[in-house]
């Protein structure tokens, strides 16, 4: 089944959609839209559960951990998990 909606965008956030839509290979916006519905799914799952940080890494420097190159890892905030944590934990 298949439902059409409307939004409307400001300037910016539609650009956005449009460069998340085109840098993920998506064959459309709907499609971009929905699997960052279901990744966002998922994060707020994992606050339910207690999980309150996400690190994303560079792989081929995990094997680097013991040498003098910077292991590359990143935290990435995301306020309305922050929020749903709160919410949830105090």
């Known amino acids: 089944m ?3 909606i409307a939004f409307d965008y400001d300037a910016d956030s539609l650009a956005l959609h449009r460069r998340i839509t085109a840098r993920g290979g998506h064959s459309s916006m709907g499609v971009a839209l929905r699997e960052s519905i279901v990744v966002q799914e998922a ?7 207690g999980f309150t940080e996400l690190l994303v890494r560079k792989p081929e ?3 680097s951990f013991f040498l003098d190159t ?3 890892e990143k935290e990435i905030i995301v306020p309305s998990l922050q929020r749903l944590a709160r919410k ?3």
């Open 2 to 4: 298949s439902t059409e």
């Open 43 to 49: 994060l707020q799952d994992a606050v339910l559960e």
């Open 61 to 63: 420097t995990l094997s």
């Open 70 to 72: 910077p292991r590359r």
């Open 88 to 90: 949830a934990f105090g």
